[in-house]
């Protein structure tokens, strides 16, 4: 019966974790039976130091004024963070570069016509929220890197202006050429509007906070609620980071005083166009004034007015000035040395530069690292010293493209290559779920973390949390794979926070997490992103906090003291079948689509179908999608699945036997498990994207943050480049073996 | 090549429609190449006659004033139309019904908490609308049927008020009971609300037109754009009719004068509590005061508000006092007698009573239908005379719960039983694309009506302007099966017009059809359903009403001359295959949500997901969904198609070798053949709800105007009554054998 075969699988899966204590009963990946004891001590000791109320105070006392790029509050925070980690025992440094950061000069956005109206560009203080009045010191409302430019033209509504929007504009033969495009928020990262823009010939850009986004659609405003009002505006870089991310004027190079810098107009990173984000409250006038067709039903938001596209006849103008001066960013880095490998490097980051105040954004995240520095140094303190050495760090200048954590790894890209184990990141965090991406060769190791930290509300260990939620909300599909699979799935990493240096750049092994979801998380980048606001909405008792410290401090320390490197290659192998058969998949789908519309479009099933009384235009027959040849790549992704599971048996029929291996074969093994995300990069890069190395995980050109898995072939099918398709299958295929050939030789250290 | 068989396909499909007056090189269904031909000779004469300027004139004429049930402009419609089918040739008569109509003389909504506000209940006059004024003869806004009241209570927000969405409000412990809901429209049928609102306790229900629902959202409201603006309210009838439809005190008897009559309060058609429509200016306040839980977001209109459920803080009153009155009804039935069969009846009707001007609804159907009468009159002056009676009726007292048409079928039921063929029903027409609802046993024959209308925008025929809707906008199957199948499919009759006496109490086969889609119609029931309003935004040029003409016009004519009556039975066939598999696919899915949703009881999934700082009650476990013997059903429906079949090829190869049959063998065949749709009934009814008498099509208790396919079983299922279920196999497999000996009988006359 189906019924009681579903309670089996639920009593095999969840078992483990309603018996209590049973996490200990199962030794930690990377430690014998016995050091899996002394490891659970440890950790026991370490969660009993921690206090939510350290990460109170630091919130408020690091939120307390506006601290970005360049701020004397951000300098401030890093001075005062700084003498915090040395207080605990860490050996610290500031670490300084020099970073192109443009502020502006002049913001103007106007309606010419059909009225005149001039946009407000301000966010009003509020009498609930302390710090929102620090006028003096806030960054205005503004997207980095925007070019400078003094633009009129007629405005044209392009919903989130991502690829796609502008087919369906080129349906209804609507052209942005020459005209001035207005986006919301949402779709894909916010630099890929101004771009796509660009590309199809506007002159202008401006971005707002549509109340479908982040408003009224979801919860009350703040102060009532935590969404965003009517004039609150996300600020946000607009970094061009398809070739580089970090300081635009030293690509591949640490950002040091004296270091060579190209010209601004050489720098592939700043905008084509001028683009300001605004609030709702000042494009809804925009927005009412436009005519023409009426916007398709996945393009409205929740305004109170009818989206109509354009163009014009709403005629707008926007001049942007900025200082495009070089700021001083500052990195906090604290050492504690390894004991018995101080050459192993386990990196833990977090920014500490905000849009504004930035109590969310970053130091809900920077206070539960502060929290486990703390917390590690008291252990240190008492006796106890890791195997390997503990980098903490606090990263400035994340906000406008990641420059401290890029500057630092550009710095010391050579020696990080040698040394670096991992790097675990966080941001923003808040009530809620568990969230993580990263590499996979860490999905096991995580998983088992997830299985020791307790949810602070529900007492039960946060990934049966995460299980509940995607039983619950997930699709069939999604439920189905909790069933069925050992451990959760950990998706693949994009962008948008410290960890792409490392991972993507110099093939670091990397996650990236955080908690979230039963917050009201609607000030993202304003000056609302406060201290008030955080303790109402977000994590009001810093409990979720504590869940991140017990998280992150957990796969720190048993990062440092695994007697072998937590590393598994199963997930990663499971996740790459997957990829290969999403691939697979895309392309057929993409084959029928096109086959299917290009049918359509020789039957005149379109020109049938349009309504004559307003403009539509045919789209053009495209190109048949070939049959690519995907078998390098199956074979690749089933010899190295074999391989993964061999290792996995291997290493299990070791702890079986409880023994230990020889100390040199340990330390083969280890540094052949340091280094084996490396071998998932290629010095050549991604095809025009020479920065990015890894070649399993990137940011997407047209996606931004959002993740591409097999980036360089997934893209190239997306952009319909057949031939490029077909090399990189040959590409990756030939990395995945020399991947493979590490894990081999990875699993011959445990014979 | 996939490609290739794609082109072939589309060749074989659309290659007839390609060819200029192909269709007239296959005969038509029940008529030889010769007849066929002759036909086509007499539809082309009828096409010529047909003139839009008369459509315009009658529209402006019946459109002039307010001509609700019970109207003085009502009944001097009435007098006009009769006065014109007499003129045209047509015996005509007005036959009179006295009907329980109640009118508003107390309507108050307020809200008297947290502020108080009172509704306006009015909707404007607009200078850009000529008849919009007329406020001494407008019925008020308000719901026909409500029951009288005066209740105050705290407000709850029920989304559309349907089952599921109390399902919605029980996860978050919210109880309707002693309180007034408020409900948007839409979702289902708006009797349907305030039933269901009863049935949980609610003692008041305030529905609202939401601009998600035909306002903004959509387009630019009226008089900018067509689409309902902020004081528009949509009225109508929230009659109960699970029993039965028509006058509430005449259950299955005529209401002529001095029929027998039950008291108001033994009507099963009166509301249990009472309810008013409110526009969305009038509903705004009320909603903004809503606490309590954010509606989940399936539940969220267009109004720039948060979307709560409360309950309260508002509390609000509503006061109802009705006029309980008897009013006359105006039915104009005019008749053509036929010269060969004049006891074999076409009907085609449209309701002519609106519910305040009612230029779209129903005055568009109702010119289209009159100039199909005055052609057909002319065609009659002109010496052709038709085979078969041809009766065309105006109806009154349709948008009360379709009086007229409803207490004629029950004054004339035996008389209709023997001699009605076919009913063709017309209601609302505009430009756009064809759809039609009705009894299969006529697919086949009205896409061949289809295949020789021409588009009146795209001269194509109407049938490939659909296909094309669907290619466009269809899902995957509804795309895969254009392609595939050789008849468009004819969907199952709900109810909401006047073919619901004739086809689901009295079993005479019907069709109910119309053109719409590239409208902007957002004034549905509303005193800006008017002809200013209809000439800028719905069919400006009246070709749509002329496309209508010609499709009501050849159905009439083709149904009045046939050789042998056109029913074919492959189409309802292949349809009660499907409903078969449906409701198997339905019971399979409700059994594993059921499993599943258990589960997850019993495995606390919900208790682990629940945010706890809000309410949530985990759902109660639910009874197993057992396996249903479906056997009797599939095996019926196997047999019906193969007799289908069978009869689809005697018939042909009668064609093909161009023989008729002998007269005896036609008239019995003819008489075999009007009477079919009759043997889908049963006089018992379906199951608590003996005034439906067809077991294939009946409107849904829980959807209202929504069909429901082979109901008795559907209903039982979704209402998890699985021993009615069991037992309404049995019973609707019987009848489809009852039916499958007629179509046998049927096609022993063919030999």
Not at 42 to 47: A, P, T, V
Not at 388 to 407: H, K, M, N, P, Y
Request: proline residues 6%; negative net charge; glycine residues 8%.
């Amino acid at each position: 019966m189906r019924c009681t075969a579903l309670f089996a699988i639920f009593i095999f899966l969840f078992f483990p974790f309603f018996a209590s204590g049973v996490s200990e009963d199962k030794p930690l990946l990377g430690f014998t039976q016995k050091q899996s004891g002394e490891q659970f001590s440890l950790e026991n000791k370490f969660d009993g130091l921690l206090n939510a109320g350290n990460l109170r105070d630091w919130m408020k006392r690091l939120s307390s004024r506006p601290h970005h790029t360049g701020s004397p509050h951000g300098k401030d925070n890093a001075l005062y963070m700084s003498e915090l980690f040395k207080s605990w025992g860490y050996e610290t440094q500031i670490e300084e570069f020099k970073v192109l950061f443009p502020t502006p000069k002049t913001r103007i956005v106007e309606m010419l016509e059909p009225e005149k109206f001039i946009a407000d560009l301000a966010e009003p203080e509020l009498k609930e929220d302390a710090t929102s009045g620090q006028q003096q010191e806030q960054l205005p409302t503004y997207n980095a890197y925007s070019i400078d430019g003094d633009v009129t033209g007629e405005l044209v509504y392009v919903n989130y202006g991502v690829p796609k929007d502008y087919e369906e504009l080129k349906l209804r033969g609507i052209d942005v050429k020459g005209r001035i495009v207005i986006a919301r928020y949402g779709g894909a990262w916010r630099g890929v509007k101004p771009k796509v823009a660009a590309e199809h010939g506007a002159i202008g850009c401006i971005i707002y906070s549509d109340p479908r986004g982040d408003g009224y659609f979801y919860g009350d405003v703040y102060p009532k609620g935590g969404f965003r009002s009517d004039s609150s505006v996300q600020r946000g870089s607009v970094m061009d980071f398809t070739e580089h991310d970090g300081d635009p004027l030293t690509p591949f190079t640490g950002a040091t005083e004296n270091a060579t810098r190209i010209k601004r107009e050489d720098s592939p990173n700043i905008t084509k166009i001028p683009v300001l984000p605004v609030s709702y409250k000042d494009a809804l006038p925009l927005l009412k004034a436009l005519g023409g067709h009426v916007a398709p039903e996945t393009w409205r938001g929740n305004l109170p007015i009818t989206y109509h596209i354009g163009p014009g006849p709403s005629k707008v103008r926007i001049k942007l000035e900025f200082n495009w001066d070089l700021a001083p960013i500052y990195n906090v880095i604290a050492k504690m040395k390894g004991s018995r490998h101080p050459d192993q490097w386990i990196i833990r980051g977090n920014h500490h530069d905000g849009w504004v105040n930035g109590a969310t954004d970053p130091v809900s995240g920077m206070v539960a690292l502060l929290e486990e520095a703390r917390a590690i140094g008291e252990l240190a303190r008492g006796g106890w010293k890791p195997k390997r050495t503990i980098v903490f760090a606090a990263w400035d200048g994340e906000e406008q493209g990641l420059l401290g954590s890029t500057e630092w790894v550009e710095t010391h890209r050579d020696e990080l290559q040698q040394k670096a184990v991992a790097y675990i990141n966080s941001d923003s965090n808040s009530r809620g779920f568990f969230y993580a991406e990263g590499s996979q060769t860490l999905e096991k190791f995580l998983n088992q973390v997830l299985r020791d930290v307790e949810d602070p509300q529900k007492k039960v260990p946060v990934s049966q949390r995460m299980r509940a939620y995607l039983l619950v909300e997930g699709d069939p599909a999604a439920r189905r794979e909790v069933r069925e699979r050992e451990d959760l799935r950990l998706p693949a990493a994009g962008s948008g926070s410290d960890f792409t240096p490392f991972l993507q750049h110099a093939g670091i092994a990397s996650l990236t997490m955080g908690y979230g979801g039963e917050d009201e998380y609607g000030q993202y980048h304003s000056i609302y992103d406060s201290f008030d606001h955080y303790v109402r909405f977000m994590d009001p008792k810093f409990e979720y906090g504590i869940a991140l410290a017990k998280t992150g401090g957990r796969c720190v320390l048993r990062l440092a003291d695994a007697e072998i490197l937590p590393f598994e290659f199963t997930g990663l192998a499971d996740n790459i079948n997957s990829y290969t058969k999403e691939l697979l998949e895309l392309t057929n789908q993409m084959r029928e689509e096109t086959e299917m519309k290009n049918t359509m479009i020789r039957e005149k099933i379109f020109d049938t179908y349009f309504d004559p009384t307003r403009t539509f235009v045919v789209p053009e027959i495209q190109d048949t999608v070939p049959h690519l040849n995907f078998a390098p790549l199956q074979n690749a992704a089933a010899r190295l699945e074999k391989s993964a599971k061999e290792y996995q048996k291997e290493y299990a029929e070791l702890m079986k036997n409880g023994k230990t291996l020889p100390v040199p074969k340990t330390q083969k093994l280890n540094s052949i498990l340091m280094l084996s995300e490396r071998s998932l990069t290629r010095k050549e890069g991604l095809p025009g994207r020479r920065w990015f190395t890894h070649q399993i995980y990137a940011p997407g050109v047209y996606t931004g943050y959002a993740a591409k898995s097999l980036p360089a072939i997934r893209e190239a099918i997306e952009q319909r480049k057949w031939q490029l398709a077909e090399e990189q299958i040959q590409v990756i295929s030939q990395t995945l073996e020399k991947f493979r050939d590490q894990v081999e030789e990875a699993g011959t250290q445990l014979d």
